[in-house]
T-cell receptor, first 113, second 113 residues
Framework: GNSVTQMEGPVTLSEEAFLTINCTYTATGYPSLFWYVQYPGEGLQLLLKATKADDKGSNKGFEATYRKETTSFHLEKGSVQVSDSAVYFCALAGGTSYGKLTFGQGTILTVHP | GAVVSQHPSRVICKSGTSVKIECRSLDFQATTMFWYRQFPKKSLMLMATSNEGSKATYEQGVEKDKFLINHASLTLSTLTVTSAHPEDSSFYIC?????????FGSGTRLTVV
């Protein structure tokens, strides 16, 4: 079946630092890949997505590239802000579980001023 | 963009009572609704998938008689936690699948006392 593995957190950074959150996946076929963000007490918001190999998803300064050869979809941001503090989830859809989203375990990010 | 309205956002109930959570898709038709449960500091666990007009498909280990799901129309799905107990306390999130992809509700914090 499908699975997603994220780097363990929590991650604590100073404002303007560079962010990388690793995500690797296991799936058959050609899944779509997503990053979701969850702010405290809220539901999930789609941050970015990529639907095929070598696609780069980007939004709000965040980027992730769909790497089929390494089965990865690492999230990056060049300069984080305090407002980026949240939980980030990597997820995939498709493969053997068409229509369902499979989530990674989430990574808590805290950015200090 | 697509919006999913979920409510209540918070509910406290007594042990043994039932609680209904609603998810409505606004301005689009949700052919498929997904219900997730999120434990503190853990990822989202898919509970069930429902398609409009048919019975929900529950994930392994989820009690279908305890978590009743109804998807009577293309814009409304409900999750009823029956005879709730303290161990059912959790954050429940719905997700609607449609032409816009996956859109999440804002979640419901259920506390059973």
């Amino acid at each position: 079946g499908n699975s997603v593995t994220q780097m363990e957190g929590p991650v604590t950074l100073s404002e303007e630092a560079f962010l990388t959150i690793n995500c690797t996946y296991t799936a058959t076929g050609y899944p779509s890949l997503f990053w979701y963000v969850q702010y405290p007490g809220e539901g999930l918001q789609l941050l970015l997505k990529a639907t095929k190999a070598d696609d780069k998803g980007s939004n709000k300064g965040f980027e992730a590239t769909y790497r089929k050869e390494t089965t990865s979809f690492h999230l990056e941001k060049g300069s984080v802000q305090v407002s980026d503090s949240a939980v980030y989830f990597c997820a995939l859809a498709g493969g053997t579980s068409y229509g369902k989203l499979t989530f990674g375990q989430g990574t808590i990010l805290t950015v200090h001023p | 963009g697509a919006v999913v309205s979920q409510h209540p956002s918070r509910v406290i109930c007594k042990s043994g009572t039932s609680v209904k959570i609603e998810c409505r898709s606004l301005d689009f038709q949700a052919t498929t609704m997904f219900w997730y449960r999120q434990f503190p500091k853990k990822s989202l666990m898919l509970m069930a998938t429902s398609n409009e007009g048919s019975k929900a498909t529950y994930e392994q280990g989820v009690e279908k008689d305890k978590f009743l799901i109804n998807h009577a129309s293309l814009t409304l799905s409900t999750l009823t936690v029956t005879s709730a107990h303290p161990e059912d306390s959790s954050f429940y999130i719905c997700s609607a699948g449609g032409e816009y992809g996956y859109t999440f509700g804002s979640g419901t914090r259920l506390t059973v006392v």
